[in-house]
C-alpha cells in the first residue's frame, strides 16, 4: 500500500487511492474465471458425534452420494445425511478392532458393507438395515488393510491387503451359509513388500504395491508388475480406475520435509505418467477422479508437516513419462473356509449443525491445492454432483469441498496412442464445463516431439456450453524415420482469461509394418464380456496388438484375418449383445481360447527379442491348442467310429505345413508383403487342420 500511495500524482491524495482501489476491484469482479477457478472454495465441515473416534475411510453409496465411514478409534460404522445433518452410528461388535477401510455392495437387492479390523485383524459385513455384524478372522498378526469389492452379477468378492505378511486376501461370501472361502496369496518380490491399496474389477485387481503397481488377472492366474519410479523411500499409497480402465495411483513418504509424493497413471499398460505434489510433506493418501471432467483429486495427510490439504491435477501438461520394465509372476493361492461371527448392534442418531468457511486454492505448477490445516485428510471422494468429500481424522470432521468459480477442462481421447514408423491416429480433444463454465477455448499445440505432426484441430475453437462439452479432432502422423521412442504431445486450450493445458502420450514402434489392428475393437469378445475394458478383451487386444502386430509376418496375417473377420463380426456381435443365455454360453466358450492365447503370449515373451520368430512359434502354438480343441474334440466325438478305420499320414501332414512356413522364410528375406500375407494364413489354416485332425484320431482311438 505505501508504494502505491508514493506512486500518484502530486494533488492526488486519498481521492486518487480510491480511485485505484475501486479499478483493482473491478479487475477482480470482471476477471472471475482468471481468479475463481483457482481462488475460492466453500468447505463445509459435520464433526462426527463420537468425540476423538478418529474418522478414517469414506465410501460413497451406490447412487455415488455422500456417505459411509469408519472410526478407527472411536470403533464404529457411521453413516452421514448431508441433507438432513443426521449421523447414524453402529457400534463394532469387538473392541479395539481400529476398522480401517470400507466398502459399498448389494447383496439379494439390500446395501451391504464390507469392512477390515486392522487391529483384531478380521473382515467384517455389515448390513444396515438389520444392524447384524458377520466378522470373519483373518491370520494372527497381518495388518489387514484397503478392501475392495468386485463389480459382477455372480458370487460377491471381496479383495483386501495384508499390509504385515506381504499378502494379498480375496473372499468369496456364500449367502446359502454365511460362510466364505478365503484365497489368501502372498505377492512376488517385485512388489516390495507388501500393498496398501487394492481396486477390484470384474476378473482382475489392481494393487498399489510397495514398489510396483499389480494387476492380478483371473484368466490367467498370474500377476503383472509394473515398477514404480524411486523417489527415496517413498512407496506406492492408493490406487483407483478412471473410466479408461487406467490406473492411478499415489506415492509418497510421512516425512515433513519431504518432495518425494507423487501422483501417476499407468498409460496403456506400458508407459507411467507422474506429476510430483508441490507441497512439501505433502503425504498423500486416497486419490479419488471426476469422471464428468476426468480430474483427479488426492488427500494430503500431511502429518508431520501439519499443512493437510487437498490437491487437484488440474493440467494433464508436463509431468514425467517412464517405461517401466513389466514382469509377470503365477499366483498360487488355497482356500479356506470361514464361519462367521454374528453380533446384533443397535444404531444411534444424533443431528448436528456443519459448519462453513472459505479455503484458500493455491496453483502450483499442474495442481491446485486447498489447504485445510492440521485436519490429517485421509480420504478424498468426489460425489454425483463433483463435490469432494474429505475425512479428517486430525479434527474428528467429515468435509465437503464445493467449488464457486467456473472452470473448464481439457482431455484427451484416447491420452496415449501406439503408433508404427509412417502410421497415424485421430484423437478427440474436448473442453468440459465446470461449475456452469461457457466460453470459446482456442487450440493449439505447444510441443510435438521430433518426426511427429500434428494436424490442425478441427474446429479450431471448441465451444464449450455451461454444462456441457465442446469437441475437437486432429490427427498424428508419424514420420517413416522415426525411431521407436516415447513422446509427449501438449496441447493447450485458452478463453484469453483462463489457460489449460494437457497431454497426449505417442509410443512409436521400431517397426515399418502398419499397424494393421490399429483401433480395431474385438467385437464378439466385447459383445460377449459386456466391455472394452474386461480383462478378457484386453488380453485378446493385447496379444493382436503387442505380439502379432509387432512382426512383419504377424502383421501381415492379421490384414488377411481382419478383412475376414470384420465382414461378419458386427452382425454376430449385436446378436449376442440382446440375448443374454447366447453371451453366458459364449463367456464359457472363449475361455479355452483366452488360456491358449495366454500361454501363446508367454512364449511370445520369451522370445521377444526375436519378434519374427516369436510371432511364427507362438502362432503354431496357439493355432494347435485352437484347432485341437474347437475342432479336433468334436470331430473326434461326432466322427469317432469313421476315424478309427483312417490312418494318419503324419509325413504328408508335416510337408503340408513345412511348405508354408518355408514360404514365409522367403518372404521374410525378400521383405515381400504378399507373400507373406499368402503363406501367414496358409500356416494358420494348416496348422489348425493339421492339429484338428491328429486330436480327433487320437479321440477316436481312446474313446470305445
Given at each position: 500500500m505505501p508504494l502505491i500511495w508514493r506512486s500518484l500524482p502530486n494533488g492526488l491524495g486519498s481521492a486518487g487511492l480510491l480511485i485505484v482501489l475501486l479499478f483493482i476491484g473491478s479487475l477482480w469482479v470482471f476477471m472471475p474465471s482468471a481468479y475463481a477457478a483457482v481462488g475460492s472454495a466453500t468447505l463445509t465441515e459435520w464433526t462426527v458425534p463420537t468425540p476423538r473416534s478418529g474418522v478414517w475411510s469414506l465410501s460413497l453409496d451406490t447412487s455415488?452420494?455422500?456417505?459411509?465411514?469408519?472410526?478407527?478409534?472411536?470403533?464404529?460404522?457411521?453413516?452421514?445425511?448431508?441433507?438432513?445433518?443426521?449421523?447414524?452410528?453402529?457400534?463394532?461388535?469387538?473392541?479395539?478392532?481400529?476398522?480401517?477401510?470400507?466398502?459399498?455392495?448389494?447383496?439379494?437387492?439390500?446395501?451391504?458393507?464390507?469392512?477390515?479390523?486392522?487391529?483384531?485383524?478380521?473382515?467384517?459385513?455389515?448390513?444396515?438395515?438389520?444392524?447384524?455384524?458377520?466378522?470373519?478372522?483373518?491370520?494372527?498378526?497381518?495388518?489387514?488393510?484397503?478392501?475392495?469389492?468386485?463389480?459382477?452379477?455372480?458370487?460377491?468378492?471381496?479383495?483386501?491387503?495384508?499390509?504385515?505378511?506381504?499378502?494379498?486376501?480375496?473372499?468369496?461370501?456364500?449367502?446359502?451359509?454365511?460362510?466364505?472361502?478365503?484365497?489368501?496369496?502372498?505377492?512376488?518380490?517385485?512388489?516390495?513388500?507388501?500393498?496398501?491399496?487394492?481396486?477390484?474389477?470384474?476378473n482382475s485387481v489392481w494393487f498399489a504395491g510397495?514398489?510396483?503397481?499389480?494387476?492380478?488377472?483371473?484368466?490367467?492366474?498370474?500377476?503383472?508388475?509394473?515398477?514404480?519410479?524411486?523417489?527415496?523411500?517413498?512407496?506406492?499409497?492408493?490406487?483407483?480406475?478412471?473410466?479408461?480402465?487406467?490406473?492411478?495411483?499415489?506415492?509418497?513418504?510421512?516425512?515433513?520435509?519431504?518432495?518425494?509424493?507423487?501422483?501417476?497413471?499407468?498409460?496403456?499398460?506400458?508407459?507411467?505418467?507422474?506429476?510430483?505434489?508441490?507441497?512439501?510433506?505433502?503425504?498423500?493418501?486416497?486419490?479419488?477422479?471426476?469422471?464428468?471432467?476426468?480430474?483427479?483429486?488426492?488427500?494430503?495427510?500431511?502429518?508431520?508437516?501439519?499443512?493437510?490439504?487437498?490437491?487437484?491435477?488440474?493440467?494433464?501438461?508436463?509431468?514425467?513419462?517412464?517405461?517401466?520394465?513389466?514382469?509377470?509372476?503365477?499366483?498360487?493361492?488355497?482356500?479356506?473356509?470361514?464361519?462367521?461371527?454374528?453380533?446384533?448392534?443397535?444404531?444411534?442418531?444424533t443431528s448436528v449443525i456443519p459448519t462453513t468457511r472459505l479455503v484458500a486454492g493455491s496453483a502450483s505448477g499442474s495442481f491446485v491445492e486447498y489447504a485445510v490445516g492440521q485436519v490429517q485428510p485421509h480420504e478424498a471422494l468426489v460425489d454425483s454432483k463433483g463435490d469432494v468429500w474429505i475425512s479428517e481424522p486430525g479434527v474428528n470432521e467429515i468435509a465437503r469441498l464445493s467449488h464457486t468459480g467456473s472452470d473448464f477442462a481439457l482431455n484427451a481421447s484416447p491420452p496415449m496412442v501406439t503408433l508404427p514408423q509412417g502410421g497415424s491416429e485421430g484423437v478427440t480433444v474436448s473442453g468440459v464445463s465446470i461449475s456452469g463454465y461457457a466460453g470459446h477455448v482456442t487450440l493449439a499445440v505447444r510441443a510435438v516431439p521430433p518426426n511427429v505432426t500434428v494436424s490442425v484441430f478441427s474446429p479450431g475453437q471448441l465451444n464449450v456450453p455451461s454444462g456441457g462439452t465442446g469437441l475437437s479432432k486432429l490427427v498424428i502422423r508419424i514420420a517413416p524415420e522415426a525411431s521407436g521412442e516415447t513422446g509427449v504431445i501438449t496441447i493447450q486450450g485458452t478463453d484469453g482469461n483462463l489457460t489449460r493445458t494437457m497431454t497426449v502420450i505417442v509410443m512409436i514402434t521400431n517397426s515399418t509394418v502398419p499397424a494393421a489392428s490399429n483401433g480395431l475393437k474385438c467385437l464378439i469378445a466385447t459383445a460377449t464380456y459386456g466391455s472394452e475394458l474386461s480383462p478378457e478383451v484386453q488380453l485378446l487386444r493385447n496379444f493382436r496388438d503387442n505380439s502379432l502386430a509387432k512382426s512383419r509376418v504377424g502383421s501381415s496375417f492379421l490384414?488377411?484375418?481382419?478383412?475376414?473377420?470384420?465382414?461378419?463380426?458386427?452382425?454376430?456381435?449385436?446378436?449376442?449383445s440382446t440375448h443374454e443365455v447366447l453371451r453366458s454360453v459364449m463367456q464359457v466358450g472363449l475361455y479355452p481360447l483366452i488360456a491358449f492365447l495366454s500361454l501363446a503370449s508367454l512364449i511370445y515373451g520369451e522370445l521377444s527379442a526375436y519378434p519374427e520368430w516369436a510371432t511364427v512359434v507362438s502362432g503354431l502354438v496357439a493355432c494347435s491348442l485352437i484347432g485341437g480343441f474347437y475342432v479336433g474334440l468334436p470331430l473326434g466325438l461326432i466322427a469317432r467310429r469313421r476315424l478309427m478305420k483312417r490312418k494318419l499320414n503324419l509325413t504328408a501332414l508335416g510337408v503340408v505345413l513345412l511348405g508354408p512356413v518355408a514360404m514365409i522364410l522367403v518372404g521374410e528375406v525378400l521383405l515381400w508383403r504378399a507373400l507373406l500375407m499368402i503363406s501367414s494364413s496358409l500356416v494358420v489354416f494348416s496348422a489348425l487342420t493339421i492339429s484338428g485332425l491328429v486330436t480327433a484320431k487320437a479321440v477316436s482311438c481312446i474313446l470305445p
Open positions: 455415488g452420494n455422500c456417505c459411509w465411514f469408519l472410526e478407527y478409534f472411536g470403533n464404529k460404522v457411521g453413516h452421514l445425511d448431508p441433507a438432513t445433518n443426521m449421523f447414524q452410528e453402529w457400534t463394532i461388535p469387538i473392541s479395539g478392532a481400529n476398522p480401517y477401510s470400507i466398502a459399498i455392495t448389494t447383496i439379494s437387492g439390500s446395501l451391504t458393507l464390507w469392512g477390515t479390523e486392522f487391529g483384531a485383524d478380521k473382515i467384517f459385513m455389515f448390513s444396515p438395515t438389520s444392524g447384524l455384524f458377520r466378522e470373519y478372522n483373518v491370520t494372527y498378526g497381518s495388518g489387514v488393510g484397503y478392501i475392495s469389492v468386485e463389480p459382477s452379477n455372480g458370487p460377491v468378492r471381496v479383495w483386501f491387503t495384508e499390509m504385515f505378511r506381504n499378502v494379498n486376501g480375496e473372499a468369496i461370501y456364500d449367502p446359502s451359509t454365511g460362510n466364505v472361502t478365503l484365497y489368501q496369496d502372498e505377492f512376488p518380490v517385485a512388489v516390495g513388500g507388501g500393498a496398501y491399496g487394492v481396486y477390484a474389477t470384474s510397495f514398489s510396483a503397481l499389480v494387476r492380478w488377472d483371473r484368466a490367467s492366474n498370474q500377476y503383472t508388475m509394473w515398477p514404480l519410479p524411486v523417489h527415496g523411500s517413498a512407496v506406492g499409497r492408493f490406487i483407483t480406475l478412471d473410466q479408461n480402465g487406467e490406473p492411478w495411483f499415489t506415492q509418497g513418504v510421512t516425512d515433513g520435509n519431504s518432495t518425494n509424493n507423487y501422483l501417476g497413471v499407468l498409460r496403456g499398460n506400458t508407459t507411467l505418467q507422474e506429476w510430483q505434489i508441490p507441497s512439501a510433506g505433502s503425504d498423500p493418501r486416497g486419490i479419488s477422479i471426476d469422471s464428468s471432467i476426468q480430474r483427479v483429486w488426492v488427500a494430503e495427510e500431511s502429518q508431520a508437516a501439519g499443512n493437510g490439504g487437498v490437491a487437484s491435477l488440474i493440467e494433464s501438461g508436463g509431468g514425467r513419462i517412464i517405461s517401466p520394465v513389466v514382469t509377470t509372476a503365477l499366483s498360487a493361492a488355497t482356500p479356506t473356509v470361514l464361519s462367521p461371527i454374528l453380533s446384533l448392534e443397535n444404531v444411534s442418531s490384414i488377411v484375418f481382419n478383412a475376414w473377420y470384420y465382414s461378419f463380426s458386427p452382425s454376430v456381435a449385436d446378436f449376442i
